[in-house]
């Protein structure tokens, strides 16, 4: 199997999984583009939910997101920005913020860069920010651009976001994973476990 068709098959387990994780439930999100979804959006799958939806973005569109960060993402979550579209969604031990419909990437750019202060002192000192913590923590999960791997890969990491508000400074509070593949490979084991 080719590295294309494997991460077209592990993102495919991945987003498969969200359900069980997270529910879907638009009434129990904090995402705030769950209170403003249209009732015919393609990602509602009733009053109450939403879904994933598979939607194929062509790769060039990725050239307006790159633009504005620091460095390109890894091959696997580049894969899921270009599959899928989504509202947040919770993990569990992270949440991954929300690729929304559209025309283009400007949603989940919008996403990475929706703090401009937390976001853009993240970015100056290395780290994208592609997530935050599990139900309301608000320590962002990033792509830890000095810790890189070949192809891409970085290690993730959860950082204090009082320490950079309060004091300007970086302080990692938890390392994910080595990897985002790694990452999704976790949280597909954790919703295989048993309630």
């Known amino acids: 199997m080719n590295a294309q068709a494997r991460h077209s098959q592990l993102l495919d387990q991945f987003v ?4 069980k994780l997270d529910g879907h439930d638009l009434r129990e999100s904090i995402d ?15 009053d109450h939910h939403w879904r994933p939806l598979q939607l194929a973005t062509d790769r060039s569109m990725l050239e307006a997101v790159y633009a ?3 460095a390109r993402f890894p091959p696997l979550y580049e894969e899921l920005v270009l599959s899928y579209r989504w509202l947040e969604v919770d993990l569990q ?3 991954l913020h929300s690729n929304p419909p559209g025309a283009d990437l400007s949603g989940v750019l919008g996403r990475i860069l929706k ?3 937390l976001s853009g002192f993240l970015l100056k000192n290395g780290y994208i920010p592609f997530g935050k913590g599990g139900d309301m ?7 830890d651009l000095k810790a890189r791997k070949k192809n891409r890969e970085f290690e993730i990491v959860k950082i204090d ?5 309060c ?5 990692v509070v938890a390392k994910l994973a080595h990897s985002f593949e790694e990452l999704v490979l976790q949280t597909i084991q954790l919703a295989a476990k048993p309630a």
């Open 16 to 19: 498969a999984c969200w359900q």
């Open 32 to 46: 705030d583009l769950s209170f403003s979804l249209p009732f015919d959006s393609p990602l509602r799958a009733d």
């Open 68 to 70: 504005k960060l620091p």
């Open 93 to 95: 031990r992270y949440r």
């Open 115 to 117: 703090d401009k202060f």
């Open 137 to 143: 923590d608000y320590d962002p999960v990033c792509f």
């Open 161 to 165: 976001h009082e320490e950079i508000l």
């Open 167 to 171: 004091n300007e400074r970086i302080r």
